[in-house]
């Protein structure tokens, strides 16, 4: 009270002081400076009055200006008051208490309840009390549950209570969407319950307050659960990790503590090949979006597959500060593509797979433009190899065969194929000017050199292999054509004394 005080009464005697020697000096020159005969004394005193009239009036306005700024200062130090006492709250509970006994006494009610609706069923839950019997609330929660989403409205709830005059429901509103109730209780009875702006101040920091502590709540479970369950990393301009989630930590094997701070580097398969990083950088540097299959070494050596969505972050003027990386571990899922793919036994493309990688390849040679070599091979005399030597031995040959033919043909664009038995199948493109018969050539003497021991075959003292080489130079062939003629070529190696390449260019045996 004393601050009030301090500003009201000087303001007004100084008001009542000017006002007052204004109209004495006024009246007393008036007087003197305008002759006697020229003024009656009737219309000096109609002017006094004139003069008083407005010098009342013009009191009043600085009287009301200065009860109305009082009344705004006031306002302000409540709120102010509430606000800091609201900014030592921890935790939504407190936040809810601290709001309804701060409003209750305001308001000076008896009791309150505050209740919020759920983002989950939309329906109102009780989330803080003030002086008030808990065990009364069940019934009340039952009321606010009729209320439901976005057809809350202020005028709604307050005619809902209307009834009960010694109740009154103030609606939490947030964009236009009423996100909470504060039901207010009072002894006496009362008509009518006006709120000011101050409390409708209060109101709007409650409600402000309340949407943002259960955004955040909502915001530290999600992020929880992507913390366990997302393999999530996050790095800055110069690819240096920032940030990596505990999911991404449990599937790598390695501590925070290793990873940030450092590249993915650490993580990197040393088969692929640094063009597809290439491609990476210049992608996400550019703004963009880069996505990619890729296999990752784990702190134990082992190899684990992940798709990974690498998105660029910009700061406010578009500038791009770091980069988000989100990986969905796909190991099974490769796992299981290999093994549709894979032969069992010599771990080397199957014969499904060969189906749908030959048409995929005659295609490419047309668009490209180049020669794609396919070789048909058979292992030499392999009846009789099982015969004398035994189907377990047998099937160590065919490991070892399959392992020579992978090791021959190295390069990316080459595929070798178990296409049944002991029978295999190569693909591959011919470089500018390379002798068409070199690799399959190279193949055929690194199965002898292998000096596996074949005391039935023809052709040598070891286990050797057949080849019929067909070189498809973009003519108008389906794929069983091509076949056919690579098995055609096939028999008459064999045919020709086995251990050797036959090649349809020269239509002669090329060995």
Same mark, same amino acid.
Request: contains cysteine; aromatic residues 12%.
């Given at each position: 009270?004393?601050?009030?005080?301090n500003?009201k009464i000087?303001?007004?005697?100084?008001?009542?002081?000017s006002?007052?020697?204004?109209?004495?000096?006024?009246?007393?020159?008036?007087?003197?400076?305008?002759p006697?005969?020229?003024?009656?004394?009737?219309?000096f005193?109609?002017?006094?009055? *004139?003069?008083?009239?407005?010098?009342?009036y013009?009191?009043?306005?600085?009287n009301?200006?200065?009860?109305?700024?009082?009344?705004? $200062?006031?306002?302000?130090?409540?709120?102010?008051?509430?606000?800091?006492?609201?900014?030592?709250?921890?935790g939504?509970?407190?936040i809810?208490?601290v709001?309804?006994e701060?409003?209750?006494k305001?308001?000076?009610?008896?009791?309150?309840?505050?209740?919020? /609706?759920?983002?989950?069923?939309?329906?109102f839950?009780?989330?803080g009390?003030?002086?008030?019997?808990?065990?009364t609330?069940?019934?009340?929660?039952d009321?606010?549950?009729g209320?439901?989403?976005?057809?809350f409205?202020s005028?709604?709830?307050?005619?809902?209570f209307?009834?009960?005059?010694?109740?009154?429901?103030?609606?939490l509103?947030?964009?236009?969407?009423?996100v909470g109730?504060?039901d207010v209780?009072?002894?006496?009875?009362?008509?009518?319950?006006?709120?000011?702006?101050?409390?409708?101040?209060i109101?709007?920091?409650?409600t402000t307050?309340?949407?943002?502590?259960?955004?955040?709540?909502?915001n530290?479970?999600?992020?929880?659960?992507?913390?366990?369950?997302?393999?999530?990393?996050?790095?800055n301009?110069e690819g240096e990790?920032?940030f990596?989630?505990d999911a991404?930590?449990?599937a790598?094997?390695? =501590?925070?503590?290793?990873? *940030?701070?450092?590249?993915?580097?650490i993580?990197?398969? /040393?088969?692929i090949?640094n063009?597809?990083?290439?491609d990476?950088?210049?992608?996400?540097k550019?703004?963009?979006?880069?996505q990619?299959?890729?296999?990752? *070494?784990?702190?134990?050596?082992?190899?684990?597959?992940?798709?990974?969505?690498?998105?660029?972050?910009?700061?406010?003027?578009g500038?791009?500060?770091g980069y988000d990386a989100i990986?969905? +571990?796909?190991?099974?899922?490769?796992?299981?593509e290999?093994?549709?793919?894979? =032969?069992?036994?010599?771990s080397?493309?199957?014969?499904r797979?060969?189906d749908?990688t030959?048409?995929?390849?005659?295609?490419?040679?047309?668009?490209?433009?180049?020669?794609?070599?396919?070789? $048909?091979l058979?292992i030499?005399?392999?009846?009789?190899y099982?015969?004398?030597?035994g189907h377990?031995?047998?099937?160590?040959t065919?490991?070892?065969?399959?392992?020579?033919?992978?090791?021959t043909?190295?390069?990316?664009?080459?595929?070798?194929?178990?296409?049944g038995?002991?029978?295999?199948?190569?693909?591959?493109?011919l470089?500018?000017?390379?002798?068409?018969s070199?690799?399959?050539?190279?193949?055929?003497?690194?199965?002898?050199?292998?000096?596996?021991?074949?005391?039935?075959?023809?052709?040598?003292?070891?286990?050797t292999?057949?080849?019929?080489?067909? $070189?498809y130079?973009?003519?108008n062939?389906?794929c069983?054509?091509?076949?056919?003629?690579?098995? +055609?070529?096939?028999?008459?190696?064999?045919?020709?004394?086995?251990?050797?390449?036959?090649?349809? $260019?020269?239509?002669?045996?090329?060995?």
């Open positions: 009270m004393g601050y009030t005080k500003i000087p303001l007004a005697n100084l008001v009542n002081i006002g007052f020697i204004a109209l004495i000096s006024f009246c007393v020159i008036f007087y003197q400076i305008i006697k005969s020229e003024i009656t004394l009737y219309t005193i109609f002017m006094v009055m *004139i003069i008083f009239y407005f010098t009342r013009f009191e009043k306005k600085v009301k200006y200065e009860q109305q700024t009082i009344l705004e $200062i006031k306002d302000l130090k409540i709120v102010n008051k509430f606000y800091n006492i609201l900014q030592s709250t921890k939504i509970k407190d809810s208490n709001s309804l701060f409003l209750s305001e308001l000076d009610a008896t009791c309150a309840t505050l209740y919020i /609706s759920n983002h989950k069923n939309m329906k839950q009780l989330l009390v003030y002086n008030l019997n808990i065990n609330t069940p019934k009340i929660i009321i606010y549950s209320i439901k989403g976005e057809a409205s005028q709604k709830i307050k005619n809902y209307s009834k009960d005059v010694n109740s009154f429901a103030i609606p509103i947030d964009k236009y969407k009423t109730v504060i209780k009072f002894f006496n009875n009362i008509d009518k319950l006006q709120i000011n702006e101050q409390q409708n101040t109101l709007k920091i409650i307050t309340l949407v943002k502590e259960l955004e955040d709540e909502r530290k479970k999600y992020f929880k659960l992507i913390d366990k369950n997302v393999l999530l990393s996050s790095t301009t990790i920032t990596v989630s991404f930590c449990k790598t094997g390695y =501590d925070k503590k290793v990873l *940030i701070g450092n590249t993915h580097q993580l990197r398969d /040393s088969t090949k063009d597809v990083f290439k990476m950088w210049k992608t996400i550019n703004g963009k979006v880069w990619k299959e890729l296999p990752n *070494i784990k702190k134990d050596g082992s190899i684990y597959w992940a798709k990974t969505t690498i998105t660029p972050e910009f700061d406010f003027y500038n791009i500060i990986r969905e +571990d796909i190991t099974d899922k490769k796992l299981i290999k093994i549709s793919i894979t =032969d069992a036994l010599t080397l493309y199957n014969r797979y060969f749908k030959f048409k995929k390849q005659i295609s490419l040679a047309k668009r490209i433009k180049k020669s794609l070599a396919f070789a $048909i058979d030499d005399h392999f009846k009789q099982n015969d004398t030597y377990q031995a047998g099937d160590q065919l490991k070892k065969v399959a392992n020579s033919l992978s090791d043909l190295k390069r990316d664009s080459d595929f070798v194929f178990r296409l038995g002991e029978e295999f199948g190569i693909l591959y493109f470089e500018d000017n390379e002798d068409s070199l690799i399959a050539n190279r193949v055929i003497k690194n199965i002898e050199n292998l000096k596996l021991e074949h005391i039935n075959n023809s052709a040598s003292s070891y286990v292999i057949s080849c019929g080489l067909y $070189i130079k973009g003519e062939e389906d069983e054509l091509i076949y056919k003629k690579a098995d +055609d070529l096939l028999y008459k190696a064999k045919q020709n004394g086995r251990n050797q390449v036959y090649l349809n $260019i020269e239509d002669k045996n090329d060995k």
